[in-house]
C-alpha cells in the first residue's frame, strides 16, 4: 500500500520471533487464573465447549484479521484505521476502533497488573514455605490475609507495573522478544507436570468430568457471553494487541499457519490449567465457583503437599509472573507506539505516562479486594466492573467491528494479496467465517444477554 510517512516502527527478526510474542500476550493469566475460575463459576463442560467453538469460529478468523490489518500498513493501530479506511475509501470514523483498543488495554492493564502482582507475592510466599502441610482452610487463610492489604497489593502492583514499562521501553526486538523466548516451553513442561500431581489425587476423574461432560442446563446467556468474551481475551483480540504485533511481521510470513499455532497453544495451556486445577479442588472439598481466589487457594495446596513442591510452587508463580508480563506488555504497546509515532513522544516518556496513568487507574482494583470491596456499580464491585466492561463488551465489540472491516470494507484483492493463502479454498472458508459467522454469532450472543432472543 503507499506510504508516505517515514516509519520509526519496530520489526521481529523472524517468523518465531512473532510466534513467541504473539503466544507470549495470548497465553497469560487468562489461560491459568482466569480460565478456570470462570469454568468453575459458570458450571463446567457446557461452558467449555462454547468456549472452545468461539475460539475456534470467532477467535481465529478474527486473529487472523488482526494481524493482517496491522501487517498491511505496519503501523499503530489509529494509524492503520486510517490508512486502511483511506486505500478502501471508506469512513473516517473506523479510526475509533484504534482508539477503543488503546482505552481497552489500559484498563485491562490496570487490574491486569493487581493480579500478577499476586502472582509475584506468591513466589516470596512459595519460596518462604508458607505452603508447607498447610490444608485448604490455611490456605485460604493465607489467601485471605493477603488480599485483604492494601499495603500488600499496592506494592507488588507497582512492582509488576514497574516491570512492565522497563521492558516496553526497550522496544520490540531487545525487550519484548527476549522476554519470551524461554518462558513458553518452561511453562508448558510445568503445567504437565501439575496435571501429573492432579492424577494421583483420588478426584482425578471427577475433575475431568466437570470439565468436559456438558450439562446444559447450566449455561446462562451470561455464561455464554463470558465464554466468548473469554475467546477474545484469552487471545488477545479486538483491542488492536495482536494488530500492532502483526505490524511488525515480516512481509513473506503466512499469518493464517502462525494462528492456528498461537491458538492451539493458547487453549492447550489453557485446558491444561484447568485439568491440573479441578481435581485439587474436588480432592480438598472446595468449591469450582469461588471465583478469582480459585488457584491461589488450590494450587499451593499441591504444592504444600507433594515431594518437591516447594520448588515447584516458586517456579510456577514465577512462571505465571513472566506469563503475565509477555501479556501486559501487549496490552500497553499499542498507546505507546502511538504516542512514539503520532505524537513525537520519546519511549521512555510514552512508558512514563501510559504507566503512571495504568497504575493509578489499577489502585481502584486493589481497594476493590479490601477498604472499597463494598463500592459497587450495577452489584459489580470495580474489579469485575472494569473485567465485564473490557472482556464482556469491549473486545467483542471491537472484535466484531474488526471482522466488519476485514470482511465487508477493505477490498478482496487486499486481503487475498496480504493473506496469500496456500489455496482458495482456504481463503474462502476465512471469507466466509469472518464475514458472516463471526460477525453474527457475537451480535446474536449480544442480543441473547439483553434479552431480545
Ligand atoms: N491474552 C491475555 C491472557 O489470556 O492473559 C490477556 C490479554 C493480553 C488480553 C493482551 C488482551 C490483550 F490485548
Known sequence: MKD????VHGAWSSRFAFIL??????VGLGNIWKFPYITGENGGGAFVIVYLLCVLLIGVPIMIAETMLGRRTQRNPIETMELLTEEAGA???????????IIAGMLILSYYSVIAGWSSAYILKAFTGSFFNADAAEIKGIFDDFIASP???????????????MIVVRGVNNGLEKAVQYLMPSLFVLMFLLVGYAMTTDSYYQGLHFMFTPDFSK??????????????FTLSLGMGAIMVYGSYLPKNISIAKTTFLIAGADTVVALLAGIAIFPIVFANNLHPDSGPGLIFETLPIAFGAMTGG??????????????????????IEPAVAWLVENKDF???????????????????TVFSFNVWSNVKFFDRSIFQLLDYLTANLM??????????????????????????????QSYQVWKVLISYVAPSAVFFVFLHVIGVL
Not at 21 to 26: I, K, N, P, Q, V
Not at 151 to 163: C, G, K, N, R, T
Open 4 to 7: 508516505t510517512k517515514k516509519s
Open 21 to 26: 510474542a504473539a503466544t507470549g500476550s495470548a
Open 91 to 101: 469512513d473516517k470514523n473506523w479510526h475509533y476502533l484504534g482508539w477503543m483498543g
Open 151 to 165: 499495603v500488600q497489593l499496592v506494592f507488588w502492583h507497582s512492582a509488576f507495573m514497574l516491570a512492565t514499562m
Open 219 to 232: 449455561l446462562t446467556s451470561s455464561a455464554i457471553l463470558t465464554a466468548m468474551g473469554h475467546a477474545f
Open 310 to 331: 516447594w520448588l515447584m510452587g516458586i517456579l510456577f508463580f514465577v512462571m505465571l509472573a513472566i506469563a503475565a508480563l509477555t501479556s501486559s506488555i501487549s496490552l
Open 346 to 364: 520519546s519511549r521512555e516518556k510514552a512508558c512514563v505516562w501510559t504507566g503512571l496513568a495504568t497504575w493509578l487507574l489499577g489502585l481502584g
Open 395 to 424: 473486545l467483542p465489540v471491537g472484535g466484531f467491528c474488526i471482522a466488519i472491516f476485514a470482511g465487508w470494507i477493505m477490498k478482496r484483492q487486499h486481503s487475498e494479496q496480504e493473506l496469500n493463502m496456500p489455496t482458495e
